[in-house]
């Protein structure tokens, strides 16, 4: 069974303020199709498109982790196998041994553990 999946959050450019919605819907879709990490792409703002996004999706995931909707985050400059988090996520997600931005410090996307 697949644990793993990916979440272009930057399809459709949605405005910030959709944000909190989207990634509750994808948490709550993700739970009931037992799916143990996620991966937003969400972009870094390099072209002035998706800084915004970046920081809105790392706010609203700061929260789901507090209110313990989620496990943890993991943001894509910190995916590597020397960050704690990241060890978690390949020890429930063998899949992850093969994403391409593991060790490659891709501050354009952000993983979630359930």
Do not use: W
Request: proline share 4%; glycine share 8%.
């Amino acid at each position: 069974m697949k644990n793993y999946r990916i979440i272009n959050l930057e399809l459709n450019m949605p405005a910030v303020r959709e944000i909190p919605d989207r990634i509750s819907r994808e948490i709550h879709g993700a739970r009931r199709h037992q799916i143990r990490v996620m991966k937003f792409i969400h972009g870094y703002g390099s072209t002035g498109k998706g800084g915004k996004l970046r920081l809105a999706v790392r706010r609203e995931l700061v929260r789901a982790q507090e209110a313990r909707q989620i496990t943890c985050f993991i943001p894509g400059e910190q995916f590597s196998i020397f960050d704690a988090d990241t060890l978690r996520a390949l020890r429930v997600c063998d899949e992850l041994r093969h994403d391409p931005d593991l060790e490659h410090h891709n501050n354009g996307v952000t993983l979630i553990l359930l």
